[in-house]
């Protein structure tokens, strides 16, 4: 079998239902915590302030380990760091579920972010090897589809399932999926023999860990109100560190932190769309609750229930993108897909002090649909415009960017709630059209790159 060409149909539906699952475990991690924190805080009897580490340690374990375990992956095949990765989450969600005070769970969150990180690190390179080139837009579209709706309906699911039983099964339900996701990787998930055989860069991962904490604490430290002199000394020390560290990539055949692919016009791009539309995500997604509940006057039941349009019309558009982007320019699909998402949060941003709960909907449901047509194509665009050889740099990239796209966007969200409270939630959104309408330029820009490229 040529490994160029993804696997036969049958094993093929197997493997993408594994990585399917482990992604669906990974990012809902992220979002159904944040429900569940105050009641973990009175039966661990931990502060809220406290508390908060449930939600950072995740967090930050994935994101100062995702491009370490994506360069792992070139070296020694991306399906052994996604097995490791899944059995570690796993594992982790049982302590998480057994866990008796505060700092033992906010251990295990550590190690469960670790876990994750190796499945998001490079699941899209795994996708990659399932799919053949001509339909890579369709897998790549199933992965978006997840990754999206995950995020999404987090909150949702953590209250149905506080509703029915107590927190510590918001971390146990992940043990037996996540046993059946292993059992199904054994069988079905593509082997792949190592594209670097250079040794690994240890030093590298050291500075990009410390780099990417440094600035998760500067940009969080801005957003909660962090005395300032703390906030310039971590952001300081970041340059300062992350100047070596790009200087030290430079010299490397398959680099860390990929700045090989940073070269690729296409690849930047799309890398550059992907943190301004996720950053306009999360602005929307944390004020919406604020602007529907305190300023409309609606129940948390409504808020979820008016919520849901997002992420349902996502399940249909992301598949349909994804075929469009065996076809057509990820430069015309995204920047159309985001004009309409831009189109949405303005229409949102304006609405009356008593609106419908249609009129409310219906422009969630635009929203939804913009970030569908966009996101796919552009997750395309970035895996396939790297070399086969680096599919787990560019796939670490790939999750770095939403995660930074997301952590700055949730930043902001606090920055402005602090100097705006009573507009907090109105201004934020006209702040997620403008990273919109940015990304839908920065698409644009690839039509003209691709158009450049061809006439050399």
Not at 305 to 324: E, H, Q, S
Not at 443 to 456: E, N, P
Request: hydrophobic share 55%.
């Amino acid at each position: 079998m040529n490994p160029e060409q993804g696997l036969p149909l049958p094993q093929r539906y197997g493997a993408i239902l594994v990585v399917a699952l482990g992604i669906t475990l990974a990012v809902l991690d992220s979002a159904i915590a944040n429900v569940a924190l105050p009641t973990i805080a009175r039966h661990l009897h931990a502060s809220a302030a406290g508390s908060i580490w449930v939600i950072n340690a995740y967090q930050l374990a994935i994101t100062i380990s995702l491009l370490p375990l994506a360069s792992l992956g070139d070296r020694i095949g991306y399906r052994r760091v996604y097995m490791a990765g899944l059995a570690l989450f796993t594992v982790s969600s049982l302590g998480c579920a057994l866990a008796t005070s505060l700092p033992t769970l906010a251990f295990a969150r550590v190690i469960q972010g670790f876990g994750a990180a190796g499945i998001m690190s490079v699941n899209t390179a795994l996708i990659r090897m399932v799919y053949p080139p001509e339909h890579l837009g369709r897998g790549v579209s199933i992965n978006a589809m997840v990754v999206a709706v995950s995020s999404a309906v987090g909150p949702t699911v953590a209250s149905a399932v506080l509703s029915v039983a107590t927190w510590p099964w918001l971390f146990a339900i992940n043990v037996p999926i996540g046993i059946a996701a292993f059992a199904g990787g054994l069988k079905a998930l593509p082997r792949n023999t190592a594209h670097n055989t250079a040794p690994y860069d240890f030093l590298s991962a050291a500075m990009n860990a410390v780099v990417f904490g440094l600035l998760i604490f500067a940009v969080d430290g801005m957003g909660h109100g962090e005395h300032r002199g703390y906030v310039v000394a971590e952001l300081v020390a970041a340059g300062v560190i992350g100047y070596f560290f790009v200087r030290r990539q430079l010299d490397q055949p398959a680099p860390l932190l990929p700045v090989d692919l940073l070269k690729i016009p296409i690849f930047a791009l799309s890398i550059c769309t992907s943190i301004c539309s996720f950053a306009a995500q999360m602005l929307a997604y944390v004020s919406l609750p604020f602007l529907m509940q305190d300023t409309f006057g609606l129940t948390q039941v409504q808020t979820g229930l008016l919520m849901t349009p997002w992420p349902l019309v996502i399940i249909v558009a992301a598949p349909l993108a994804g075929v469009l982007s065996d076809r057509y320019s990820a430069g015309i699909l995204g920047g159309i897909g985001l004009i309409t998402m831009t189109c949405g949060l303005l229409l949102l941003a304006t609405l009356g002090a008593h609106p419908e709960p249609l009129a409310i909907a219906w422009r969630m449901a635009v929203c939804g649909a913009g970030f569908g047509l966009f996101q796919s194509p552009n997750n395309r665009a970035m895996l396939s415009s790297a070399p086969r050889a680096r599919s787990g740099g560019a796939s670490g990239m790939l999750g770095t960017a939403r995660l930074t796209g997301q952590t700055l966007g949730a930043a902001l969200v606090a920055l402005i709630f602090g100097v705006a409270p009573q507009r907090g939630p109105t201004i934020a959104l006209y702040v997620a059209a403008s990273f919109a309408i940015v990304a839908a330029g920065v698409s644009m820009l690839r039509i003209v790159q691709r158009g450049a490229t061809a006439s050399t």
